[in-house]
């Protein structure tokens, strides 16, 4: 049954539009040049003037030393309010180098240089490029296993629309490309968290568009990366990763955060870049603070290890 609409009491009158007006207010006129000549000139000085930019248009002034802590603040709260909306709950974290490369354009570039330094034999550049090409092409098989693990990250739960856990990286090429690519390839979708760099730079095309970020600040960045963690995952790689991986196994050792699977994909690659034995032998780290880590080879060993970790701990991730 339809209401019955309400006669409004005499000599009520109609609600005003919500935003224009039958007649102006006097401050939507600029002083007429009858009054004053000069006044169009002096008011297009004032509206032209950055000063009177509103504040949170202002970039100059958002760019200022004083006002750090509010772009730290808009750095950190952005992602954070979509991530919440989205009922992004936990995080995977996969780290790794930039320069690692499927592997067959790996050897589309070794057989590139082979070919110059044919022409070239003497060429020591040359030959410096082809060995590190020789060597990237050798731990090209990462690229897969993170893309693998990626798969089985955006599989997990109750499938690839379960974002209670979900796949985390930098947002960048090499490992990172290859687990954005793992979800990608089931439908799942993923996180990337760039950072602004000098020099021009791209997120790798596997990251869901709705959940890429650009940071200004590393700091801010980390804290993304942890602050929903619930295992991190580090492939070969150089600063970057060890600057990762060192921050977190610090919080943990310390613990400013609470204790989760770290994996280090690559044992040979692992042992020969950091020597932990040495660490604890010279007394710099406690035998403990060795195990906060484990080495894996595979995609399911690493997942495997992960929900058995958990389930350990009493912390299960579904």
Same mark, same amino acid.
């Given at each position: ?38 006044? /169009?000139?002096?008011? @297009?000085? !004032? =509206?032209?003037?950055?000063? *009177? ?8 002034? +958002? ?66 490029? /082809?060995?590190?090409? @020789?060597? !990237? =092409?050798?731990?090209?098989? *990462? ?8 798969? +089985? ?166």
């Amino acid at each position: 049954m339809s209401e019955i609409k309400q006669a409004p009491p005499p000599n009520t009158p109609e609600p005003p539009h919500p935003q224009q007006r039958n007649e102006p207010l006097p401050s939507q006129r600029i002083k007429p040049a009858n009054e004053d000549p000069q006044a /169009l000139q002096r008011v @297009q000085a !004032i =509206l032209n003037h950055p000063n *009177y930019r509103q504040a949170d248009h202002d970039v100059d002034f +958002l760019g200022l030393d004083a006002t750090r802590a509010v772009r730290l603040q808009i750095d950190y709260m952005k992602p954070e309010l979509i991530l919440h909306n989205d009922g992004i709950e936990c995080t995977i974290v996969v780290f790794g180098s930039t320069r690692l490369r499927e592997p067959a354009a790996a050897q589309l570039e070794v057989t590139r240089l082979q070919q110059l330094l044919a022409e070239d034999a003497d060429n020591k550049a040359l030959q410096h490029k /082809l060995a590190v090409a @020789q060597r !990237i =092409l050798a731990k090209s098989h *990462y690229y897969d296993v993170a893309r693998e693990l990626g798969t +089985l990250i955006g599989s997990a739960g109750a499938g690839p629309h379960d974002c209670r856990v979900t796949l985390i990286t930098g947002g960048g090429p090499g490992a990172m490309e290859a687990a954005n690519r793992g979800a990608f390839d089931v439908g799942a979708r993923s996180i990337g968290l760039n950072i602004t760099l000098p020099h021009e730079q791209y997120p790798n095309p596997y990251v869901s568009p709705d959940l890429c970020f650009r940071f200004h600040y590393f700091g801010m960045r980390k804290m993304h990366f942890l602050m929903r963690a619930k295992a991190l995952i580090a492939f070969p790689g150089g600063y970057g990763t060890f600057d990762e991986l060192f921050e977190a196994l610090t919080l943990i050792q310390t613990r400013t955060i609470k204790p989760m699977p770290v994996v280090l994909v690559g044992k040979e690659y692992w042992q020969q870049a950091v020597n932990f034995d040495y660490l604890v032998a010279e007394g710099v780290i406690e035998a403990e603070d060795r195990d906060l880590f484990w080495y894996a080879e595979t995609a399911q060993e690493v997942w495997r290890g992960i929900l058995a970790w958990h389930e350990a701990n009493n912390t299960p991730l579904y």
